[in-house]
């Protein structure tokens, strides 16, 4: 992993400025030729991204840091944590109004929440990718960078909690989904509806996020804490054994987050998994594999030792409950900070 550099462009205006996070993914990837569309290689640098399109130069001044270069789906605690320190220092600095992170998409959702309940300012905060590599025809990293950025120097933005950026539109780090394996239209909010739209300069907010986010929050981190509790997502279907439950007690998981069927509906194997989890003081999550909708709490949660996810995806909920678990094992506080956040 490259160690983190900084440097400033040589242009001073009055322009804001904005710091630019590179981390990787395809948005900082090139193929061979323009039709290659997979099975691109990631390593393009923050710099070269942003030189890409010299429009950027007449919306702020920049300073760029590259945290990592890799595709999201490797990115593990330890980046996770020093994107967020990163993030912290660098809101922190007054001459800076707000950050944009480029980042791979198919994990975006999850680091952008986890910034959504770290991150201790309401300076804009704005992740963005892209669907194909900077090489391709009709790349749409250049666009969507343009645009993150035109989101985190419009004064309206501030204030709305980490948001991402793609494909026009502006989407809330709680509810934003990657919804699609390849096209560019690939995160939505089919649910509670997107913040805004981003077209050209000009930015037009139609939503707020009602849910506990950044300066609000009550589970920003410790600066030295290296590592998050340990938490499995166990995939349910019909049959499934409860084998997968025991994997993840004996490999030292604090809480089980159920991808579970319909509304959060318990199998014999998963209320099987449940107790034993419960035995073991572990925290279980009852989440959907269902894309839409909420797990909403149900009074067999305490004789099953239950949270229930709300509207928190698998992957979010597991995001969220690493947090809670910093703070509390209790299974009501959790259900409560699960009913905030
Ligand atoms: N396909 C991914 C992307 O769009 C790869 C990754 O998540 O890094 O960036």
């Known amino acids: 992993m490259s160690s983190a550099q900084l440097t400033q462009n040589p242009i001073e205006t009055g322009l804001p400025t904005v710091m630019v996070l590179g981390t990787g993914g395809t948005i900082a990837s090139s193929g061979s030729v323009a039709t290659q569309l997979s099975d691109y290689t990631v390593g393009q640098g923050v710099d070269a991204l942003i030189a890409a399109v010299p429009e950027l130069q007449s919306l702020a001044k920049f300073k760029y840091e590259q945290v990592s270069n890799i595709v999201s789906y490797q990115i593990g605690d330890e980046i996770l944590l020093r994107l967020a320190q990163r993030v912290n220092h660098w809101l922190a600095q007054p001459e800076i109004t707000g950050v944009v992170i480029t980042h791979g998409t198919d994990t975006l959702e999850e680091t952008a929440y986890f910034l959504n309940l770290v991150v201790q300012s309401d300076k804009p905060v ?100 290296k590592s998050l509790p340990p938490v499995d997502i166990v995939y349910e279907f019909q049959g499934a054994g409860v084998h997968m439950y025991e994997a993840a007690l004996q490999a030292g998981a604090k809480g089980i987050v159920l991808a579970g069927m319909g509304n959060g509906n318990l199998s014999d194997a998963a209320r099987a998994g449940a107790m034993q989890a419960a035995a073991k003081q572990v925290a279980f999550v009852r989440s959907s594999r269902v894309s839409q909708g909420s797990v909403r709490p149900s009074k067999k949660d305490a004789e099953f030792n239950c949270i229930a996810a709300q509207s928190l995806n698998p992957q979010k909920a597991r995001i969220l409950l690493r947090l809670a678990l910093l703070k509390t094992q209790d299974r009501e506080a959790l259900q409560a900070i699960f009913n905030a956040y």
């Open 126 to 225: 704005v992740l963005v990718g892209a669907m194909r590599p900077a090489t391709a025809i009709s790349a749409d990293g250049p666009l969507n960078l343009f645009h993150a950025v035109v989101v985190a120097v419009n004064k309206q933005s501030v204030g709305r909690g980490v948001m991402v950026v793609m494909n026009d539109r502006i989407l809330a780090a709680r509810y934003v989904m990657k919804g699609h394996t390849t096209g560019v239209d690939a995160f939505i909010v089919p649910e509670q509806g997107v913040l805004g739209v981003v077209s050209d300069r000009d930015v037009q907010y139609f939503n707020q996020t009602s849910r506990v986010h950044t300066i609000h929050s009550a589970l920003h981190l410790d600066p030295a804490l």
